[in-house]
């Protein structure tokens, strides 16, 4: 292989992961400043040998500022990874090696239980949840984190500096599990390039739609901003529209919904909100709900004929879910369990990570199918638990990490056309008469939301029961039909007596502990090429 002349900086900087899809691989991407060649090290952990080399490609993005300013983002896609399998790797050349880092290959198949962190608009000033989802990720608490829109505020801004600082101050994130990504309205600038160029996601349609299999569920990103950005095309609109209805159609085979039941759309500009401001979702009809003119390519009605579950958004700096919900009108599973066998989609908007517009404030009244609402900063937590059970919570930093929502969505008839008027479905339209009926059962039970390991495991006064348990991480309380953990021996109960996070004493929680590798954390630095030491 021919040697590249090096001109300018070339130590890796901005490091991140992506998912290709494939549990057997992993994509690294990270940014120079120089021309280099594009090679990974990597290697099984714990241990400090390095033995595998990928290599990739560079591609030169040049900003569309004033300044013109150019850099080189790096791709190489890590093959004949063993799923599950912790690996140490390090990126570069030969001229400029980056720091060790680390992570777990996502296991194989439908029977396993993913855990996310998911949150949208997280800017370089005021990211006040970072500090917290760092420690969490460092900690091995996640297979995956969902960014949900609105990067740094922005990547583009002041010659695309701040989006370099971003980049690099994610890191300790982005770098240790695969950080997924949807564009939002902050990142429009220059037809979205600083987005399409600094990430690496599935497909080829530069980061703006994909979809992905992951344990029992199929997860679709989408570009909420097609439908507010006609200058760059309108066709846009209709090329993503349809590539949607092929993956749902494809989502929705018999063999594939049987193994992969949840059905996850993740977009930045929510269809309904209740927020207190002149957006889209609470002044107007949303676009994205009905689409462009004469009802073209809206998205409600196609994510309702296909069976989505659950849509993920952000966009308003607040956290809000909303009862399951169609056309305004809520589709309760039962009127003592509303998030049980629901006949439509459930909405979470969580778009509180911090950044430098602050947060949002609600209108006065909330609407009938607004469920609970919370303007604090935060972010939420998933865990895809088995085919029938998706555990979800939310994060109030402002509150020192307690959790302020909670909530099973469980299912055990999945699939599209649900006849919202055949006998069982429940609809109302007046939230006072839904609350009082529904509220216990949305709470009753939830013990503790997921149990973590390390200082909350400390803070807890359940008596201690040491299980050593792979992964590590929170843990949804007892009830949902799965093994909480893998015992290796010993005769200590799973089921412990205690408080859960929001404060409760009414229920059980899962004390799990993980001897976790500490190996790679970003904490080293030096070493040449294939050196994993301290």
Known sequence: MP??????????????????????????????????ESLVV???????????????NATRFVDGGSLGRAMFIHRVTLHGLLPGQNYLYRCGSPWGWSRPYGFRALLNGSSWSPRFALFGDMGLENPQSLPRLQREVQQGWYDAVLHIGDFAYDLHSDNATVGDAFMRKIEAVAAFVPYMTCPGNHEEKYNFSNYRSRFSMPGDTENLWYS???????????????YFYLDYGEQLVAKQFQ??????????RPARRGERPWIITMGHRPMYCSNNDKDDCTQYESIVRKGLKLDRYGLEDLFFKYGVDLMLWAHEHSYERLWPLYDYKVYNGSTTAPYTNPRVPVHIITGSAGCVERLDPFIPDPREWSALRVEDYGYARMQIVNRTHLWLEQVSDDQNGKVVDKIWLIKDRPGPGIDLHR??????????????????????????????????????????????????????????????????????????????????????????????????TGLCGGGGEGSGSC
């Open 42 to 56: 990597f290697g099984k952990a714990p241990g400090k040998d390095l033995p595998h080399r990928a290599s990739g």
């Open 243 to 252: 590539w949607l209805e092929r993956d749902l159609q494809e989502a929705n």
């Open 212 to 226: 992905w299999d992951v344990g029992p569920a199929h997860l679709i990103a989408f570009s909420t901003e097609v």
């Open 423 to 520: 006998k069982g479905s429940f609809a109302i339209g007046t939230r006072d008469v839904l609350q009082d009926r529904a509220a216990p059962r949305v709470t009753a039970g939830l013990s503790g939301g997921y149990r973590p390991t390390g200082s909350l495991l400390e803070r807890s006064p359940a008596r201690r029961c040491l299980i050593k348990s792979e992964p590590s991480s929170f843990r949804p309380p007892r009830g949902a039909g799965h093994s909480v953990a893998k015992r290796r021996g010993g005769a200590c109960p799973r089921m412990l007596p205690g408080r859960d996070l929001a404060g409760s004493q009414n229920g059980v929680v899962v004390v799990v502990v993980l001897l976790v590798n500490r190996t790679g």
């Open 3 to 36: 040697q590249l002349r090096c001109e300018g900086p070339v130590q890796p900087e901005q490091v991140h992961l992506s998912y290709p899809g494939d549990p057997t691989s992993m994509v690294v991407t990270w940014t120079t400043f120089g021309l280099a």
